[in-house]
């Protein structure tokens, strides 16, 4: 019995295929599904399968997080370091702010001034 093509608005398409019977209605030998010994240890290898994916993925994510916080403490020492490094020199008369020019105060920058000291104390110390 050959099953007649799809007819589909009165014409035919080539592309369609022929109906199937549906899932319910086709018979199943009872040997094609597996046993369920067979079910649960397929199971259990692939819990222990994805044990192991979340083992490897821990332990990437671990070595990302400890390279990220070495970056981030390098950059952290880095900036100590530049601004140690700084010379400055404290403004202490606002006049001047008011004197300069557009240039020059965006040259300036402003920072914590607690336990600053000028420029001139360190020149002191080292003619003495």
């Given at each position: 019995?050959?099953?007649?093509?799809?007819?589909?608005?009165a014409?035919?398409?080539?592309?369609k295929?022929?109906?199937?019977?549906?899932?319910?209605?086709?018979?199943?030998?009872?040997?094609?599904?597996?046993?369920?010994?067979?079910?649960?240890?397929?199971?259990?290898?692939?819990?222990?399968?994805k044990?192991?994916?979340?083992?490897?993925?821990?332990?990437?994510?671990?070595?990302?997080?400890?390279?990220?916080?070495?970056?981030e403490?390098?950059?952290?020492?880095?900036?100590?370091n530049?601004?140690?490094?700084?010379?400055?020199?404290?403004?202490?008369?606002?006049?001047?702010?008011?004197?300069?020019?557009?240039?020059?105060?965006?040259?300036?920058?402003?920072?914590?001034?607690?336990?600053?000291?000028?420029?001139?104390?360190?020149?002191?110390?080292?003619?003495?």
């Amino acid at each position: 019995c050959v099953a007649p093509r799809r007819v589909a608005m009165a014409k035919l398409r080539p592309w369609k295929s022929a109906a199937k019977a549906k899932g319910s209605t086709s018979n199943v030998s009872p040997g094609s599904h597996a046993s369920w010994e067979q079910r649960t240890k397929e199971r259990a290898e692939a819990a222990a399968a994805k044990a192991a994916q979340q083992a490897v993925d821990d332990e990437i994510r671990q070595h990302k997080m400890m390279a990220k916080e070495r970056r981030e403490e390098k950059e952290r020492r880095k900036e100590e370091n530049k601004a140690k490094g700084l010379q400055y020199q404290v403004i202490s008369d606002s006049r001047k702010l008011k004197k300069m020019s557009r240039k020059q105060l965006k040259l300036i920058r402003k920072a914590d001034t607690t336990g600053v000291k000028p420029i001139l104390a360190k020149e002191k110390k080292r003619t003495k």
